[in-house]
Protein backbone atom coordinates (compact mmCIF):
# COMPACT_ATOMS: atom_id res chain seq x y z
CA UNK A 1 0.00 0.00 0.00
CA UNK A 2 2.91 2.19 0.91
CA UNK A 3 4.26 1.81 -2.86
CA UNK A 4 1.29 2.65 -4.38
CA UNK A 5 0.41 5.61 -2.64
CA UNK A 6 4.70 6.54 -3.01
CA UNK A 7 3.91 6.31 -7.31
CA UNK A 8 0.50 7.13 -7.70
CA UNK A 9 1.08 10.51 -5.31
CA UNK A 10 -0.48 13.46 -6.78
CA UNK A 11 2.28 16.38 -7.46
CA UNK A 12 1.92 18.52 -4.54
CA UNK A 13 3.06 15.39 -2.27
CA UNK A 14 5.65 14.92 -4.32
CA UNK A 15 7.17 17.69 -4.21
CA UNK A 16 7.71 17.28 -0.47
CA UNK A 17 8.95 13.41 -0.91
CA UNK A 18 11.27 14.82 -3.32
CA UNK A 19 13.10 16.54 -0.68
CA UNK A 20 16.93 17.03 -0.03
CA UNK A 21 18.77 17.46 2.88
CA UNK A 22 20.86 20.63 3.39
CA UNK A 23 24.87 20.99 3.48
CA UNK A 24 26.33 21.12 6.82
CA UNK A 25 27.09 24.81 6.54
CA UNK A 26 23.51 25.37 5.94
CA UNK A 27 22.50 23.22 8.53
CA UNK A 28 24.08 25.05 11.04
CA UNK A 29 22.68 28.67 9.53
CA UNK A 30 19.41 27.61 9.05
CA UNK A 31 18.80 25.29 11.64
CA UNK A 32 16.97 23.01 9.31
CA UNK A 33 17.68 19.67 8.25
CA UNK A 34 16.21 19.29 4.81
CA UNK A 35 13.67 20.90 2.37
CA UNK A 36 11.84 20.14 -0.94
CA UNK A 37 14.49 20.84 -3.39
CA UNK A 38 13.17 23.17 -6.45
CA UNK A 39 14.43 24.48 -9.48
CA UNK A 40 17.31 27.20 -8.90
CA UNK A 41 18.92 25.59 -5.93
CA UNK A 42 22.42 24.78 -6.33
CA UNK A 43 23.38 21.23 -5.42
CA UNK A 44 26.47 19.02 -4.84
CA UNK A 45 25.52 15.10 -5.65
CA UNK A 46 26.56 13.23 -3.14
CA UNK A 47 26.00 9.50 -4.17
CA UNK A 48 26.56 6.80 -7.71
CA UNK A 49 28.54 7.70 -10.31
CA UNK A 50 27.88 11.09 -10.30
CA UNK A 51 29.18 12.15 -6.86
CA UNK A 52 31.70 15.16 -7.46
CA UNK A 53 32.77 18.35 -4.86
CA UNK A 54 31.73 20.26 -8.07
CA UNK A 55 28.17 22.39 -7.57
CA UNK A 56 25.72 22.37 -10.02
CA UNK A 57 22.53 24.26 -10.29
CA UNK A 58 19.07 22.47 -10.82
CA UNK A 59 17.72 22.87 -14.18
CA UNK A 60 14.47 20.59 -13.84
CA UNK A 61 12.01 18.87 -11.11
CA UNK A 62 10.80 16.06 -12.92
CA UNK A 63 7.92 15.63 -10.35
CA UNK A 64 6.49 12.39 -12.92
CA UNK A 65 9.76 10.62 -12.43
CA UNK A 66 11.05 11.63 -9.13
CA UNK A 67 14.20 12.60 -9.84
CA UNK A 68 16.57 16.06 -10.53
CA UNK A 69 18.44 17.59 -13.53
CA UNK A 70 21.44 19.12 -12.92
CA UNK A 71 23.40 21.98 -14.80
CA UNK A 72 26.80 19.97 -16.05
CA UNK A 73 25.52 16.05 -15.14
CA UNK A 74 25.20 15.32 -18.94
CA UNK A 75 26.08 12.10 -20.92
CA UNK A 76 25.87 11.41 -24.66
CA UNK A 77 23.17 8.83 -26.37
CA UNK A 78 24.42 6.49 -29.41
CA UNK A 79 23.41 9.44 -31.93
CA UNK A 80 25.33 11.70 -30.49
CA UNK A 81 22.76 14.02 -28.38
CA UNK A 82 23.57 15.16 -24.71
CA UNK A 83 20.76 14.41 -22.31
CA UNK A 84 20.49 15.30 -18.82
CA UNK A 85 20.99 12.26 -16.10
CA UNK A 86 17.96 12.11 -13.25
CA UNK A 87 19.40 12.30 -10.31
CA UNK A 88 16.64 11.28 -7.32
CA UNK A 89 17.20 14.54 -4.50
CA UNK A 90 17.82 12.09 -1.88
CA UNK A 91 21.36 11.83 -3.12
CA UNK A 92 22.15 15.08 -3.63
CA UNK A 93 22.82 18.31 -0.69
CA UNK A 94 21.48 21.59 -1.36
CA UNK A 95 24.65 23.87 -0.84
CA UNK A 96 22.68 27.15 -1.94
CA UNK A 97 18.70 27.42 -1.96
CA UNK A 98 17.48 30.09 -3.90
CA UNK A 99 15.75 32.34 -1.41
CA UNK A 100 12.54 33.97 -2.25
CA UNK A 101 9.75 35.24 0.12
CA UNK A 102 7.93 32.25 0.75
CA UNK A 103 10.87 29.96 0.87
CA UNK A 104 12.40 32.17 3.55
CA UNK A 105 9.57 31.79 6.18
CA UNK A 106 9.57 28.09 5.49
CA UNK A 107 13.04 27.44 6.39
CA UNK A 108 11.54 30.29 9.94
CA UNK A 109 8.71 28.18 10.58
CA UNK A 110 10.90 24.80 10.75
CA UNK A 111 13.31 26.59 12.30
CA UNK A 112 11.15 27.95 14.85
CA UNK A 113 9.53 24.08 15.31
CA UNK A 114 12.89 22.84 15.77
CA UNK A 115 13.77 24.97 18.22
CA UNK A 116 10.41 24.57 20.44
CA UNK A 117 10.82 20.83 19.99
CA UNK A 118 14.85 21.14 21.06
CA UNK A 119 13.70 22.68 24.69
CA UNK A 120 10.57 19.86 25.04
CA UNK A 121 12.63 16.83 26.92
CA UNK A 122 14.26 19.43 29.05
CA UNK A 123 14.03 18.49 32.65
CA UNK A 124 13.20 20.81 35.10
CA UNK A 125 15.64 22.35 37.67
CA UNK A 126 14.49 23.29 40.78
CA UNK A 127 13.88 26.89 40.34
CA UNK A 128 10.93 25.91 38.23
CA UNK A 129 9.46 23.82 40.68
CA UNK A 130 7.43 25.74 42.67
Not at 66 to 86: D, H, L, M
Request: glycine residues 4%.
Amino acid sequence: KQRKRHFQAPSHVRRTIMSSPLSKEMRQKYNVRSMPIRKDDEVQVVRGHYKAQQVGKVVQCYRKKFVVYIERIQREKANGATVYVGIHPSKVVIVKPKLDKDRKLILERRAMSRKSGADKGAKYDESQME
